[in-house]
């Protein structure tokens, strides 16, 4: 079997088991790139081939990288050849990184550096309701009710629906935006050039805003619902609840922000205070 034939029939695995565009273009990658790598055809690929891809390209990449990696070759070649080459390598632990997050004054000079209402209201209603890059992108006007002042988001990450709050801040933004883009026959709440908007849109809007407002740290789109979550934790909100919101399936994933919060861990004092 060839390359492109192989790859058709993996791209057709991914659409038939509704793999999200993200995991079908990830895949689809990381076989090409594998194939590339090693100019064999998809059924000479052995356990050295993947041996001297992962030294020559990913020792020097996170865990995380190696562990997509390795899924991504062993989903298509189980499914498509019935083999997995990948059988004996050991998987390495995944690092547990705390995740980058703004301080509330940090998120007042990003909303102040924004330089466009449209791009206001987007990353505030993403760091409001804590909003993943592609919900943002993917919400359309009648995903919202706002009588009941709520939200839908659809078929989100593991394909789960879940609502969030409209908040009373951006409400008269939002009522305003549905209606225009009712009356211009638009689907999505906010769309761009070609109908739908980017990701890549919104990536370099906070980039430019956070390096524009003078922040020294890492932000993307994700920082604002790392964020979002730790402000709630430090606001005295139950971690269940923060889990809903979130869209967590467990509450071990969310836990994580119990180790970011700096303010609760400020408010901790010493016992040597209490002698």
Do not use: W
């Amino acid at each position: 079997m060839k390359k492109e034939e192989f790859l058709k029939k993996l791209e057709v695995e991914l659409k038939i088991a509704k793999n999200s565009p993200y995991t079908l273009r990830n895949y689809l990658q990381i076989n090409s790139s594998l194939l590339n790598f090693s100019k064999k055809d998809p059924s000479s690929i052995n356990e050295e081939d993947i041996k001297l891809y992962l030294s020559e390209k990913l020792s020097d990449k996170a865990s995380s990288s190696t562990i997509l990696f390795l899924s991504a070759i062993r989903y298509a070649y189980t499914n498509i050849l019935e083999v997995d080459p990948t059988i004996k390598l050991k998987r390495p632990k995944r690092e547990k990184r705390l995740p980058t997050v703004l301080s509330k004054d940090e998120i007042r000079k990003l909303f102040d550096a924004l330089e466009s209402k449209k791009s206001k209201l987007m990353i505030s209603l993403m760091y409001a309701c804590g909003l993943r890059v592609s919900e943002l992108t993917s919400l359309k006007v009648n995903d919202f009710s706002f009588d009941e002042k709520i939200g839908h988001v659809r078929q989100a990450k593991g394909k789960k629906d879940r609502i969030f709050n409209i908040p009373n801040f951006l409400s008269k933004d939002l009522i305003k935006l549905a209606n225009i883009q009712k009356e211009n026959h638009q689907e999505y709440l906010f769309s761009g050039p070609n109908g739908k908007l980017s990701s890549r849109n919104l990536q370099k809007i906070v980039s430019r805003a956070s390096h524009k407002a003078g922040i020294q740290k890492d932000v993307h789109p994700h920082t604002l619902r790392h964020s979002f979550a730790t402000h709630l934790l430090e606001n005295g909100v139950d971690i269940r609840n923060i889990q809903v919101l979130l869209g967590h399936s467990s509450i071990s994933t969310t836990e994580l922000y119990a180790h970011v919060s700096k303010e609760q861990i400020k408010t901790i004092k010493s016992p040597i205070d209490e002698l």
